[in-house]
């Protein structure tokens, strides 16, 4: 996590705040909090009034102490084609210590020199070898990892301790990031895209069915889809991740295909081939269907078990969340499409032929 400030004794003070809160919480490992490294400085402070009293401009006596510490370049030399800068700077010995900076000459807008030390303070100090910055703001920042799986849930509880037990100074304030926040966003977006994908089909079904019995069939195949992820998802750790949910949103896609196919098939039957709706027609139109929905649970689930066996190695923190839950959803969605659907749809589905149609008897 980052902590935002201008002050930088505050920024150490909140960063170390923050990294105590971070060590108490269980599963956190690695916490690392690295304060800005100090180096020793030289730091001249100019005088306004001395400057003002000497008739010295802050320019002059910057661009002074500039030449006698970095040189400033005066003229350049060419020889055998190479150029070579020739820079006016004190000798090393003139500047070995802080206090000989204090005797620099600096020219007055009249032209006389003033001393250094006429119109400014010379000393010894301590300061920061680096400042960092994010987005024009000077930052802190603490990182560790999480051991034991959940990060969002490791994300949740930081938050909560940050609000309950860290006192940050004024004009200090902290911000959360990492996998954790990155994945709530992600989960967050999936569902609203989810949702609204969701709402398209069903009124693309609608359409398609013209039927409210129909689309209610259709969509309660989705929970004997849910039951297997469900299991899948508790028989692995009970980690609801971004990964699990790309494949509930899979799975519901490969369940709803599944019971279109049934269903449209009872309608062929009662509307084309001039069965009547019964226990027969219901049973005839299950294995006549068996060999697709077999063959689409069959192939999917032999891509995606190599995924779900290696869910654990690295880098496939997405994919075998994903490919477990499919695998358990097809499970108990390919046997319940077969077994409980035909029995719904026998009890509450309405197949007929409509006015004015005529069967086609199919050659048998």
Do not use: C, K
């Not at 935002?4 to 956190?28: E, K, M, N, Q, Y």
């Not at 949702?195 to 969509?219: K, N, S």
């Not at 997405?318 to 659907?341: D, K, N, R, Y």
């Amino acid at each position: 996590m980052r902590v935002f400030g201008d002050d930088l004794d505050s920024l150490d003070v909140a960063a170390r705040r923050v990294a105590t809160v971070l060590v108490a919480i269980p599963r956190a490992a690695d916490v690392q909090y690295d304060p800005p490294p100090v180096a020793p400085e030289v730091t001249v402070r100019v005088r306004p009034e001395a400057l003002v009293r000497q008739g010295v401009r802050a320019d002059q006596v910057l661009a002074a102490v500039e030449t006698a510490t970095r040189g400033t370049r005066v003229a350049q030399t060419f020889e055998a084609g190479r150029t070579t800068d020739i820079v006016v700077t004190l000798t090393p010995d003139a500047r070995s210590r802080p206090e000989d900076l204090r005797s620099v000459p600096v020219f007055s807008d009249d032209g006389r020199l003033v001393e250094l030390a006429a119109v400014a303070d010379v000393a010894r100090t301590t300061g920061r070898f680096t400042i960092a910055h994010l987005g024009a703001r000077r930052v802190q920042t603490v990182t560790a990892n999480v051991s034991g799986g959940d990060v969002e849930g490791f994300t949740s509880a930081l938050e909560d301790r940050l609000q309950r037990q860290v006192r940050l100074p004024a004009g200090v304030y902290a911000e959360i990031g990492g996998t954790g926040t990155a994945q709530r966003l992600a989960r967050r977006e999936l569902l609203r895209n989810s949702l609204l994908v969701g709402g398209g089909i069903v009124l693309l079904l609608w359409v398609a069915f013209g039927e409210a019995r129909r689309l209610l069939l259709v969509l309660a195949n989705l929970p004997f889809a849910l039951v297997g992820g469900v299991f899948a998802v508790f028989a692995t750790g009970g980690l609801l991740t971004l990964g699990s949910l790309v494949g509930f949103v899979t799975l519901f896609g490969i369940a709803t295909r599944n019971a279109v196919m049934l269903i449209s098939h009872y309608d062929h039957l009662v509307r084309v081939e001039g069965q009547d709706w019964n226990a027969d027609t219901a049973r005839r139109g299950a294995v006549e269907r068996l060999g697709p929905i077999l063959m689409t649970a069959l192939v999917t689930g032999l891509g995606l078990l190599p995924l779900a066996l290696g869910s654990g190695d690295p880098g496939r923190e997405i994919e075998g969340p994903m490919a477990t839950v499919i695998l358990g959803g097809l499970v108990t969605s390919t046997l319940l499409s077969l077994f409980v659907l035909p029995v719904l749809s026998l009890r509450y589905g309405q197949f007929r032929r409509l006015a004015g149609e005529s069967a086609t008897p199919s050659a048998r």
